[in-house]
T-cell receptor, first 115, second 113 residues
Framework: AQTVTQSQPEMSVQEAETVTLSCTYD???????LFWYKQPPSRQMILVIR??????QNATENRFSVNFQKAAKSFSLKISDSQLGDAAMYFC????????????FGTGTSLTVIP | SQTIHQWPATLVQPVGSPLSLECTVE??????LYWYRQAAGRGLQLLFY??????ISSEVPQNLSASRPQDRQFILSSKKLLLSDSGFYLC????????????FGSGTRLTVV
């Protein structure tokens, strides 16, 4: 199975500032998808952004953008103009192209936004 | 629109008791279904996935089992719970498509005492 590593268990950022969450993964596949999910205290998982491995252009969604480095197997999430509502657990996820198309998640990064 | 239902929301069970968590999906057919467990302070661990009725794949050896008796029904079971089975269990569905995201259920908080 593929592995996903998030080396930052906790991060904090001042409101309106920018923060980057790190993620690395290990795979032998050439085509796959990468995702960032947000889990607020309600525990409901929310899709933040996704990246197709064959696309070189980094994905962006409003204040959220990724830095995808395929050769380095790195997929970091940048949150600009941080807001209090961004406080949550963030999970990096890898989606395989194998039968089942299952996701493999990292251990998560808990983000605190300081007013 | 598609919806996913998971119940119960919380459950407290004694060690050695059986377990049955149920998940159903509405508004779609032939979904891929998944069970994940989120232990305290840890990420989401894939337990089982199913691409069709009666088809179950297990990711990790454990005390749990899964079944898919109907197209849109996915059940997580145990004959005898262990303390280590405590955690937050999430049912997930997705289309059998590489670029389709996951839709998560609301989760079940299981505490084994």
């Amino acid at each position: 199975a593929q592995t996903v590593t998030q080396s930052q268990p906790e991060m904090s950022v001042q409101e309106a500032e920018t923060v980057t969450l790190s993620c690395t993964y290990d795979t032998s596949e050439s085509d796959y998808y990468l995702f960032w999910y947000k889990q607020p205290p309600s525990r409901q998982m929310i899709l933040v952004i996704r990246q197709e491995a064959y696309k070189q252009q980094n994905a962006t969604e409003n204040r959220f953008s990724v830095n995808f480095q395929k050769a380095a197997k790195s997929f970091s999430l940048k949150i600009s103009d941080s807001q209090l509502g961004d406080a949550a657990m963030y999970f990096c996820a890898y989606r395989t192209y194998n039968t089942g198309n299952q996701f493999y998640f990292g251990t998560g990064t808990s983000l605190t936004v300081i007013p | 629109s598609q919806t996913i239902h998971q119940w119960p929301a919380t459950l407290v069970q004694p060690v050695g008791s059986p377990l049955s968590l149920e998940c159903t999906v509405e508004g779609t057919s032939n979904p891929n279904l998944y069970w994940y467990r989120q232990a305290a302070g840890r990420g989401l661990q894939l337990l089982f996935y199913s691409v069709g009725i009666g088809q179950i794949s297990s990711e990790v050896p454990q005390n749990l089992s899964a079944s898919r008796p109907q197209d849109r029904q996915f059940i997580l079971s145990s004959k005898k719970l262990l303390l280590s089975d405590s955690g937050f269990y999430l049912c997930v569905w997705s289309r059998d498509s590489r670029n389709y995201g996951y839709t998560f259920g609301s989760g079940t908080r299981l505490t084994v005492v």
